[in-house]
């Protein structure tokens, strides 16, 4: 009786003891849970640092939430809590190499941008170091005197007092030359100037262009201005101080309407000054570089003559 009631008692015990411990397989996988958790804790810690090297409290939050804790029966293996946590690592493991990977292409594009931004920067510095080379071999050139402004003439002293002796608003208009009056006088001195131009009154006309560059930097007739003041230079038989301001106007005003004209006369002028050939090509080909998609049928046509005529490659 003894031997049979000790089996029974032994019996339950073990029952008991079977019931209420977790299997040991969902033990094992809560610990490999708990280890890849802790992984990708510190993974992420190293992301948001890369991400936001600054701090300032800025980090990402993962777009998983933790389940509803439920109070289950006592003493049953909480097999579904696992489930669900391994669920939620899976998930974080994607959104971390979705993010690693988000983050070498944004470098990558911006290592991109940063060599062709340095290699643009070389070109341009190239080749404006060419043309400021030509320029200044075209300055040094005897007989190449800078123009200047034609000061005004002092007006006459008379009886009256001298505070009575102002300039005229204008310079007299040339004979047979209207001058037009608008409310643009940028507008009006370039016209005007043109017409003393192409009336081959190249003396009248260049300081008439001359004022408008140097009153109305800014309008657009500035650069048409500054362009024919160089093609009255060249046409006075002045090629040095021509090419002086065709360079003046493509370096000022690289953006003006008139900046491809005015290369495109200065290799002209290099012509006229006898200059070797290869600093000829080197301007037909910076205007074509700058502005190939700008220039007309007509001006490519006169680019390619020039270009045959000085044997450029």
Not at 231 to 250: E, V, W
């Amino acid at each position: 009786m003894r031997l049979k009631m000790k089996t029974m008692v032994m019996g339950t015990a073990l029952a008991a003891l079977t019931v209420m411990a977790p299997p040991l397989a969902a033990q094992s996988s809560r610990d490999g849970m708990e280890g890849r958790v802790d992984r990708l804790e510190r993974e992420m810690r190293a992301v948001q640092r890369k991400v936001f090297p600054g701090g300032a409290g800025q980090t990402v939050e993962p777009q998983i939430t933790p389940p509803q804790s439920s109070s289950g029966a006592p003493g049953v293996p909480a097999s579904g809590v696992v489930t669900d946590l391994t669920a939620r690592v899976n998930a974080l493991e994607s959104q971390m190499s979705s993010m690693t990977g988000q983050i070498e292409q944004t470098q990558f594009k911006l290592r991109q941008l940063e060599d062709a931004f340095t290699a643009y920067k070389r070109s341009t510095d190239a080749r404006l170091k060419a043309l400021e080379d030509t320029a200044s071999s075209v300055g040094g050139e005897a007989g190449a005197a800078p123009v200047r402004p034609v000061p005004p003439r002092p007006a006459p002293v008379g009886g009256g007092s001298a505070s009575t002796a102002t300039p005229p608003a204008r310079p007299a208009s040339v004979p047979g030359i209207e001058r037009p009056s608008t409310d643009d006088p940028a507008e009006d001195g370039y016209i005007y100037g043109y017409r003393l131009w192409a009336a081959k009154e190249y003396d009248k006309a260049i300081p008439e262009l001359r004022g408008v560059v140097q009153k109305y930097p800014r309008h657009r007739r500035a650069s048409y201005a500054q362009n024919l003041m160089g093609r009255a230079l060249l046409d006075q038989g002045k090629p040095a101080l021509a090419a002086t301001a065709f360079f003046d106007s493509y370096q000022k005003m690289p953006n003006g309407e008139r900046a491809p004209d005015s290369l495109y006369y200065l290799a002209q002028a290099l012509v006229k000054m006898k200059k070797p050939a290869s600093e000829v090509c080197k301007v037909y080909d910076e205007l074509t570089q700058v502005y190939g998609d700008r220039i007309s049928e007509a001006m490519k046509m006169d680019v390619a003559t020039g270009r045959s005529a000085a044997k450029c490659k």
